[in-house]
């Protein structure tokens, strides 16, 4: 049981360049998300996802696409990358979305836009 | 809108001491609050949650956490520190089932525990 498991672990982008990040998870779980952590910034929701072929809009969207296709996996895409997009990125989920569910968190991605 | 706050970015306590990490929040209804612990390079791990009931919550790790309705806190607590400890602390806050923000869980800032020997 691996649990949240995201690729790659680092990257490095230039301005303009477009790429996708992988979320999977393997505890059956239906609800999935995509945070940013910034200093001094806490962990921000990008988008979310409360079921396979669904996703939602979170706190900080614009720049971000995702998609769920399998209810496993879950992919953030950023299509033309800026260097505000530089943040450490990480994806949870939770069985569902009840108020006390626990979300379990991946070990991140460490992206870097130059 | 909900809310939670960190007022302290870090914490320097001695080891076998006691430590407390502070967190207010504000949110409309009973919350359900949340402390997660992250090692570096490493996610977020569950600490311990409170949803409703007994005001003090027992976590992982020898951790716990005391809900405070009338001050809207829920600090983070341990009797006796260890090194092993230091690591960034981040508390959350949802607001509860049928309020709309009920689906977003927000986080604080955090705060950096260190715990010299």
């Known amino acids: 049981n691996a649990g949240v498991t995201q690729t790659p672990k680092f990257r490095v982008l230039k301005t303009g360049q477009s790429m996708t990040l992988l979320c999977a998870q393997d505890m059956n779980h239906e609800y999935m998300y995509w945070y940013r952590q910034d200093p001094g910034m806490g962990l921000r929701l990008i988008h979310y996802s409360v079921g396979e072929g669904t996703t939602a809009k979170g706190e900080v969207p614009d720049g971000y696409n995702v998609s769920r296709l399998k209810k496993q996996n879950f992919l953030l895409g950023l299509e033309s990358a800026a260097p505000s997009q530089t943040s450490v990125y990480f994806c949870a989920s939770s069985l569902v979305n009840r108020g006390s569910d626990t979300q379990y968190f991946g070990p991140g991605t460490r992206l870097t836009v130059l | 809108a909900q809310s939670v706050a960190q007022p302290e970015d870090q914490v320097n306590v001695a080891e076998g001491n006691p430590l407390t990490v502070k967190c207010t929040y504000s949110?409309?209804?009973?919350?359900?609050l949340f402390w997660y612990v992250q090692y570096p390079n490493r996610g977020l791990q569950f600490l311990l949650k409170?949803?409703?009931?007994?005001?003090l919550v027992k976590g992982s790790y020898g951790f716990e956490a005391e809900f405070n309705k009338s001050q809207t806190s829920f600090h983070l607590k341990k009797p006796s520190a260890l090194v092993s400890d230091s690591a960034l602390y981040f508390c959350?806050?949802?607001?509860?089932?049928?309020?709309?923000?009920?689906?977003?869980?927000?986080f604080g800032s955090g705060t950096r525990l260190s715990i010299r020997p």
């Open positions: 409170y949803i409703t009931g007994d005001n």
């Open positions: 959350a806050v949802r607001a509860p089932a049928g309020y709309s923000s009920a689906s977003k869980i927000i």
């Open positions: 949110v409309s209804g009973n919350p359900y």
